[in-house]
């Protein structure tokens, strides 16, 4: 990444953390070429669930921002997005705000235990360590070891046949 670009990023970056504060918050952010044509991708997330009205009122306030500080000097598409369901846990706001929900848990290696994959439901947070329920069991995974971990999307309930819900 040429350096105006890296510095392109970087004023984005910190205009959306300080104009949305406490709202949305830069869960990944990229200005890279994409079949020929440049793309400024925001992705955000929040302590509430994105909704396609976030992902606007973010994309206009860039856009404006944008063509006041005239930070990227070629023409770009802007793209603002949710990092979506089934996301991958990175900070650890990430994992405590994914409490509770079923996780796909990819672990290094380290010593005598192999890399291990695994289903498991995400119960408890702390800097140190998580605890997760698996089939097996409960689990405490440490931070060190987690090489991925991503939250699985799991469909509601159906109704049981013949009764309707209400």
């Given amino acids: 990444m040429e350096s105006w670009q890296k510095e392109a990023v970087t004023k984005v970056r910190t ?9 949305f918050e830069v869960y990944d952010l ?3 070429p994409v079949s020929g044509r440049l793309v400024l991708e925001i992705v955000i997330d929040g302590p509430q669930a994105i909704r396609v009205q976030d992902c606007e009122t973010v994309s206009r306030a860039v856009e404006k921002f944008l063509d006041e500080q005239d930070v990227v000097h070629r023409q770009y598409t ?9 996301r991958e846990l990175r900070r ?3 994992f405590e705000r ?17 890399r291990e994959t695994f289903r498991g439901r995400l119960e408890e947070v702390t ?3 998580l605890s997760v329920q698996t089939e097996s069991g409960r689990r405490d ?26």
């Fill in 15 to 23: 205009f959306v953390e300080t104009a949305f504060a406490g709202r």
């Fill in 30 to 32: 990229s200005l890279k």
């Fill in 78 to 86: 802007l793209e603002v997005s949710s990092p979506g369901v089934e």
């Fill in 92 to 94: 650890l706001v990430d």
């Fill in 98 to 114: 994914q409490r509770g929900r079923l996780v796909r848990w990819v672990l290094k290696a380290e010593g005598d235990s192999p």
């Fill in 127 to 129: 800097p140190e360590r």
């Fill in 141 to 166: 995974v440490s931070f060190a070891r987690i090489e991925e971990a991503r939250t699985v999307f799991e469909f509601p309930a159906k109704p049981a046949r013949g009764k309707k819900g209400r």
